[in-house]
């Protein structure tokens, strides 16, 4: 009996091989390209929120108060009750901080990870039923309801937060702004030294004094 029917062809064998391993590989760089794909999606979530605050106009890092920051805006403010807002709250700290003194306090924070953050430390110290974070950008917000202000900021902002508050406030709120002082405004009173330090602003001094139409008319005939 003939064994042509039966004889391997060593080149289709080959042939059969190479198509295999091409096969093989092509999965191998599927699966590398989802890994790789999938890993950079996930390090975007993560790290989107605080890089894209960065690529605004004038951004608000995120840069933690100290004990002493906290405890000097508490310092300045003892004799002050009501709303209190805390504009670029971070991770929540100036805030909860208030509310355990009897302030009703909220926080705007532009990074929703550290809004979420803050509602969940709010919670687990007692205090979140006098606290309210909100996801915004602080130039999309209206003060005007708060009695009591504290700003980290930064110098690039100062000046044109110095327009928006002048405006929206009214004549009976304090402003706290720490790290950096406002560049025009007169501070009534200063608490504490070096990045430590708190610049406390009367309403009263900044904003321009509101005249009525008897005193325009008066003006008027002198």
């Known amino acids: 009996m003939s064994d042509f029917g039966t ?3 060593p080149s289709t064998e080959t042939y059969k091989q190479g198509t295999g391993e091409g096969a093989f590989k092509k999965r191998l760089g599927i699966i590398a390209t989802c890994v790789v794909g999938g890993s950079l999606v996930a390090l975007y979530a993560v790290t989107g929120p605080f890089v894209a605050p960065a690529l605004r106009k004038v951004c608000l890092p995120f840069v933690p108060a100290t004990k002493t920051q906290v405890e000097n805006v508490l310092k300045v403010l003892k004799n002050r009750s009501g709303s209190l807002v805390d504009i670029g709250s971070g991770d929540g700290r100036i805030v909860i901080a208030a509310a355990k003194t009897g302030f009703k306090a909220v926080g705007f924070e532009l990074n929703p990870w550290l ?10 110290e ?3 039923h006098n606290t309210s974070f909100y996801i915004s950008d602080l130039w999309k917000v209206n003060f005007s309801q708060y009695s009591n202000v504290v700003i980290f900021g930064v110098p690039q902002m100062m000046e044109q937060l110095e327009v928006k508050l002048q405006t929206e406030l009214q004549g009976s ?7 950096f ?7 009534d009173d200063v608490a504490g030294e070096g990045i430590d330090t708190v610049w406390v602003y009367n309403a009263k001094t900044f904003k321009p004094p509101i005249r009525n139409d008897k005193d325009s008319a008066r003006q008027a005939t002198n």
């Open 173 to 179: 709120a304090k402003v706290v702004a720490c790290r």
């Open 126 to 128: 007692g205090v979140h």
């Open 7 to 9: 004889e391997l062809n």
């Open 115 to 124: 809004v979420w953050y803050s509602r969940y430390k709010a919670w687990r």
């Open 181 to 187: 002082p406002f560049p025009t405004w007169t501070p």
